[in-house]
């Protein structure tokens, strides 16, 4: 259980067009997804917060207008790179949120991740 | 105040021995430790997590120990295997609702483990 997809795995598209990233829940529901952006070499780096039926939380620095995020369902999120251009380019990685019960009846929640989503920007 | 710091960044060892990775933190609302492991091109698996009020879990090869006090958690891989090469990240966050770090987690800097034959 607790599996989530990435769509596609990988992309290239030229400057100045947009790509749509889809990230799934296939075996649960997610009312909280989050997006993350990972470099080379580096470690992940939450861009924002998917609440599904509100509006994404960007994190400071983060361009909202430019990585339009979309809750629209309990199991899908998606993640549009407007007018991309080369320093775009980078691993595009989503989780999802899934609560559960833990010993002594405590609500808790983790987070797992999807494959991640390659975007090379020409 | 966000931070983790993890250590080292880049880890050796030969088949069948321990690994050992350390993470260090400051924030003292984060009650919620998890250890990702990823391998190239893919995402973070979780691998085993940690609350404040136990000091040591253990699932399989994986222990994690923890110290409050000290805020200091670490990963340790017993008889570590050349298919345990991947990066580590450990994480921290918050289950306290209400805020704006509810939920989220930071991640430490990642270590790169390599396991030789």
């Known amino acids: 259980g607790a599996v989530v997809s990435q769509h596609p795995s990988w992309v290239i598209c030229k400057s100045g067009t947009s790509v749509k990233i889809e990230c799934r829940s296939l075996?649960?529901?997610?009312?909280?997804m989050f997006w993350y952006r990972q470099f080379p070499k580096q470690s992940l780096m939450l861009m924002a917060t998917?609440?599904?039926?509100?509006?994404?939380?960007?994190e400071q620095g983060v361009e909202k207008d430019k990585f339009l995020i979309n809750h629209a369902s309990l199991t899908l999120s998606t993640l549009t790179v407007t007018s991309a251009h080369p320093e775009d380019s980078s691993f595009y990685i989503c989780?999802?949120?899934?609560?559960?019960?833990?010993?002594?009846?405590?609500?808790?929640?983790?987070?797992?991740f999807g494959p991640g989503t390659r975007l090379t920007v020409t | 105040q966000q931070q983790v710091k993890q250590s080292p960044q880049s880890l050796i060892v030969q088949k069948g021995g321990i690994s050992i990775i350390n993470c260090a933190y400051e924030?003292?609302?984060?009650?919620?430790f998890p250890w990702y492991q990823q391998f190239p091109g893919k995402g973070p698996a979780l691998l085993i997590a940690?609350?404040?009020?136990?000091s040591e879990k253990k699932e399989g090869r994986f222990t994690i120990s923890f110290n409050k006090s000290a805020k200091q958690f670490s990963l340790h891989i017993m008889d570590s295997q050349p298919g345990d090469s991947a990066t580590y990240f450990c994480?921290?966050?918050?289950?306290?609702?209400?805020?704006?770090?509810?939920?989220?987690?930071?991640f430490g800097q990642g270590t790169i483990l390599t396991v030789h034959p």
């Open positions: 989780s999802a949120r899934i609560w559960r019960w833990t010993s002594g009846a405590t609500l808790s929640h983790e987070q797992y």
């Open positions: 075996d649960f529901q997610a009312t909280t």
């Open positions: 940690i609350r404040p009020d136990v």
């Open positions: 924030n003292t609302a984060f009650d919620y």
């Open positions: 994480a921290a966050s918050t289950r306290r609702a209400g805020g704006t770090s509810y939920g989220k987690l930071t």
């Open positions: 998917s609440n599904e039926g509100s509006k994404a939380t960007y």
